[in-house]
């Protein structure tokens, strides 16, 4: 069966500092993969996705960056954060074509920056 | 510009009764709609979904009502439990469903024993 990790489940890092969000799916190969903040107020936005290896997308400029190296995962980095940064930031997968396109999310990743 | 609206920030309904949540969107283009629910802490999971050739979709208590005239969807919710409680994200997508999921900003329901 197929089951997505993120970690860490929750981090606490100064303005400042990098960041380093992994995500990683099992039992499934060459999934569209998705990573999504929810803010306060905001709801779910939609930050990156990549249909393969290498491929990102970016939806949102920000100081944020993903990439994709190998094909099951996805990790999502910052050189620098910002206070606004702070979130719960939550990776998915679909497998297109397999039947209804249903996005499965990770736990997610509470960021508080301070 | 937001193209999936879920006006009702939250919603208190009382154990036993119906729950709907309403969502608007905005993009003709949409053809596909979901509904998800999340708990705190926790990602969001799936809940139902319908396409844009139906109208209406069913799964247990849970009931998706689509009025493409409109741009607007509904969830209903019948008997409302107090396990329901929880933020209800409604997503859509174009390309029957292969391009990525716009969510709305979600509803808060509270079901109340």
């Known amino acids: 069966s197929q089951t997505i990790h993120q970690w860490p489940a929750t981090l606490v890092q100064p303005v400042g500092s990098p960041l380093s969000l992994e995500c990683t799916v099992e039992?499934?190969?060459?999934?569209?993969l998705y990573w999504y903040r929810q803010a306060a107020g905001r709801g779910l936005q939609l930050l990156f996705y990549s249909v393969g290896i290498g491929q990102i997308s970016s939806e949102v400029p920000q100081n944020l960056s993903a990439s994709r190296p190998q094909d099951r995962q996805f990790i999502l980095s910052s050189k620098k954060l910002l206070l606004s940064d702070s979130g719960f930031y939550l990776c998915?997968?679909?497998?297109?074509?397999?039947?209804?396109?249903?996005?499965?999310f990770g736990a997610g990743s509470r960021l508080t920056v301070l | 510009d937001q193209q999936v609206k879920q006006n009702s920030p939250s919603l208190s309904v009382q154990e036993g009764r119906i729950s709907i949540l309403n969502c608007d969107y905005t993009?003709?283009?949409?053809?596909?709609f979901l509904w998800y629910k999340k708990y705190p802490a926790e990602g969001p999971t799936f809940l139902i979904s319908?396409?844009?050739?139906?109208d209406k979709n069913e799964d247990g208590r849970f009931t998706v009502f689509l009025n493409k005239s409109a741009k607007h969807l509904s969830l209903h919710i019948v008997p409302s439990q107090p396990g329901d409680s929880a933020v209800y994200f409604c997503?859509?997508?174009?390309?029957?469903?292969?391009?990525?999921?716009?969510f709305g900003k979600g509803t808060r329901l509270s079901v109340i024993a």
């Open positions: 319908i396409s844009s050739i139906k």
């Open positions: 998915a997968w679909v497998q297109l074509g397999a039947g209804a396109n249903v996005l499965t």
């Open positions: 997503a859509a997508s174009a390309d029957s469903g292969n391009t990525p999921l716009v």
């Open positions: 993009n003709s283009m949409f053809d596909y």
């Open positions: 039992g499934t190969s060459n999934p569209n």
